[in-house]
């Protein structure tokens, strides 16, 4: 499976795609968004009540994964109108570290061209809010990028293994044979030669990048500064009381005995000790990437390894992001990212079934080296890079699922994100915190991301 295939925009919602590309802008974050969306006609179309009650009472809320979504929901808990952190206590559990999986070593594309198109405007929307907020040009590198598709030939290598090409054209040259065949002329990272075809995704218009790792625990910091409260430990259970049904909620287990099941408390280890205890949880959010099922084994979220490198190049290398198609099928995609490193990731693998922890994800440096030698077939600025970091996690699949999970009252889920994951997580966030505060999600329809959909 390639990670590519799942970036394309579903056929029926592509966005018609630019002949040709303008020059690379570095940030736009000083123009406004052409793809803004009112909050007013959002709601129109979109408010959807998901039978939770509206929080008036003392409430302990309880998150249970830092990756991004769980990052991006306690921040937008922290900033929701009634989020009063005298009554409302919000505790983030993370059984490695923040930003460990997914979050941390995924590539960081933004596209307003992603999908599911339900969240997408409003996730787009967000991200550029939220940079020009906090910083983020500088917190977590975000900027406007181009986005293409290459298809490309490498030329007949120089040494047996390594797919060099031994060229050594000047840029201006470069620059010339690319405008020749109508390829972007700044480039000039790639090798021309080996160019057969190239066409674009996306303009600084609509697309964007952050730094993943950055952006996420810059969430959490964010989301800790207003009360939120960070426990690195391990959620193992979910307790729950029961009582005679009197809700007419739709969320309310009505079968059977007559009896409701709601949250009222997980279990937990903390990574320094051993020793299990209990937190209480009036409403429970689950955002564990796809260890969600550990915690909700009727929810399906398939989880399959991808190994990413990041290079220092020996050239500058324009804010172009690249999905390649190579002859021998491994198709990486090309993230430069403006700490002047780039970023690569391969496809992914079903050969290790998802370990227990983010820590015990097993890195195959000969996959590593894949994406390196497939990269520096076609790029002498990345062939001559230096690699500085060589990983591997599991990208979650199936949804993205957001809501409540129906029989339990006070169970939500966020999971499930795809490739997608970094692109939708300030919606996420927002729509969960509007479902927990409010009974309903209002700046965005999620009638198709209902978990219960991805449920057995
Ligand atoms: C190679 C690759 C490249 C990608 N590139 C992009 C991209 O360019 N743009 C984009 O939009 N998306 C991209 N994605 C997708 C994106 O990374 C994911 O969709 C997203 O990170 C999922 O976030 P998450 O918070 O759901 O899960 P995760 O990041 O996996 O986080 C889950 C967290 O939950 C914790 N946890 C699990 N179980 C428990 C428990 N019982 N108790 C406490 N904590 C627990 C874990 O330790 C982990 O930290 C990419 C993915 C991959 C694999």
């Given amino acids: 499976m390639l990670l590519k295939r799942q970036r394309q925009p579903q056929a029926s919602k592509q966005a018609s795609k630019p002949t040709h590309l303008q020059p690379t802008t ?9 793809y803004d969306i009112t909050t007013s006609n959002t709601h129109e179309r979109s408010t959807f009540n998901l039978g939770l009650l509206p929080m008036a009472d ?27 952190p005298a009554k409302h206590r919000i505790i983030l559990f993370e059984a490695t570290k923040i930003a460990g999986g997914a979050s941390g070593k995924a590539g960081g594309l933004l596209a307003r061209w992603a999908y599911p198109s339900s969240i997408v405007p409003l996730s787009w929307r967000l991200h550029d809010e939220l940079a020009r907020e906090h910083s983020g040009v500088e917190r977590w590198g975000y ?3 181009h986005a293409g598709s290459l298809d490309a030939q490498p030329s007949a290598p120089t040494s047996a293994d390594d ?8 840029d201006e040259t470069i620059a010339e044979q690319l405008r020749a065949s109508g390829v972007p002329e700044d480039l000039t990272w790639l090798d021309p030669s080996t160019i057969l075809s190239y066409s674009s995704l996306g303009s600084p218009s609509n697309t964007a990048q952050v730094h993943p790792y950055q952006f996420t625990t810059s969430m959490a910091s964010l989301a800790a500064e207003k009360g939120v409260k960070i426990i690195l430990g391990t959620v193992t259970d979910i307790q729950y009381t029961t009582s005679p049904l009197q809700s007419t909620s739709p969320s309310s287990n009505k079968k059977g005995s007559g009896t409701a099941r709601a949250v009222s408390g997980v279990t937990y280890t903390r990574t320094d000790t051993s020793t299990p205890q209990t937190h209480p949880a009036t409403t429970l959010i689950l955002t564990a990437g796809p260890w969600t099922p550990t915690l909700l084994p009727s929810l399906t979220i398939p989880a399959h390894r991808a190994h990413s490198i990041v290079i220092h190049p020996s050239k500058p290398i324009s804010a172009h992001a690249l999905f390649t198609s190579l002859p021998t099928g491994l198709n990486p995609e090309i993230y430069p990212r403006p700490d002047s490193t780039i970023y690569a990731c391969g496809p992914t693998d079903s050969l290790i079934p998802l370990p227990s922890t983010t820590a015990l994800v097993e890195v195959d440096h000969k996959r590593c080296e894949d994406i390196r030698k497939q990269i520096s077939a076609i790029s002498p600025a990345l062939r001559d890079g230096e690699v500085v970091t060589e990983q591997a996690c599991y990208l979650p699949g199936g949804g993205p699922w957001i809501g409540p999970v129906g029989k339990e009252e006070g169970l939500l889920v966020a999971a499930g994100h795809t490739c997608w994951g970094i692109m939708n997580a300030p919606a996420t966030g927002k729509l969960v915190a509007e479902m927990v505060f409010e009974g309903k999600a209002k700046s965005a329809s999620v009638r198709s991301l209902d978990p219960r959909r991805g449920m057995w």
Avoid: F
């Fill in 26 to 34: 570095p940030n736009l974050l000083d123009q406004p968004s052409i």
């Fill in 58 to 84: 003392e409430q302990d809320i309880v998150i249970v994964g830092g990756g991004i979504i769980g990052c991006t929901t306690a921040y937008y808990l922290t900033r929701h109108p009634s989020y009063d």
């Fill in 143 to 145: 900027r406007r990028v």
């Fill in 163 to 170: 797919g060099e090409t031994g060229r050594t054209d000047g």
